[in-house]
């Protein structure tokens, strides 16, 4: 029961580097989202997803890019990556309607 | 103002004592309540839901107070094991979106 499964749990970045951090869930859930979470910030929401083709921004979308193509992916992209975007970032999943958002573990960014 | 907040903490609490917090919340039209727990350097599990006319859970109970806009976490004959972050999260009604709370942090102390 693998429910959202998010790569990499850890990645260094240098400044300017592009990567992609890797989200798929298997519950068929048609909302998906983006959280980056930082000290004294709680979590904020960079992208959200509605279903496969429809994505949005959300409190904190500058220098991510994301992209549906199915229903079970979510990939978020960091174009070029700058040191203010270390962070933990977390993709959630949850049913239209449905109150729990299914985390999940987690990647730890650091951008030097 | 933060569509959430709570006073992060931390709160250090005896072993065996009772812990209650609370969260406010600005957008009256929010729909949905929630108590999600994270524990250091893990993700956000869902801990309970809120309903209006409150509702409990073994040690843990929460309330809704809509006209003050409020919500509550009493946890009871606090465990070593209840140390982690409570975080109130709120939706508002017709979309999946959720609005956090920075957390409380409880530490329960032998």
């Known amino acids: 029961n693998a429910g959202v499964t998010q790569t990499p749990k850890f990645q260094v970045l240098k400044t300017g580097q592009s990567m992609t951090l890797q989200c798929a869930q298997d519950m068929n859930h048609e909302y998906m989202s983006w959280y980056r979470q930082d000290p004294g910030m709680g979590l904020r929401l960079i992208h959200y997803?509605?279903?496969?083709?429809?994505?949005d921004q959300g409190e904190v979308p500058n220098g991510y890019n994301v992209s549906r193509s199915t229903t079970e992916d979510f990939p978020l992209r960091l174009l070029s990556a700058a040191p203010s975007q270390t962070s933990v970032y977390f993709c959630a999943s949850s049913s239209p309607g449905g109150g729990e958002a299914f985390f999940g573990q987690g990647t730890r960014l650091t951008v030097v | 103002r933060k569509e959430v907040e709570q006073d992060p903490g931390p709160f250090n609490v005896p072993e065996g004592a009772t812990v209650a917090f609370n969260c406010t919340y600005s957008n009256s039209a929010s729909q949905s309540f929630f108590w999600y727990r994270q524990d250091c350097r893990k993700e956000p599990k869902l801990l309970m839901s809120v309903y209006s006319s409150g509702n409990e859970d073994g040690r843990f109970t929460a309330q809704l107070n809509r006209a003050s806009q409020y919500i509550s976490l009493l946890i009871r004959d606090s465990k070593l094991s209840d140390s982690a972050t409570y975080l109130c999260v709120v939706k508002r009604a017709g979309n999946n979106r959720l609005a956090f709370g920075k957390g409380n942090q409880v530490v329960v102390i032998p």
């Open positions: 997803s509605v279903g496969a083709g429809i994505t």
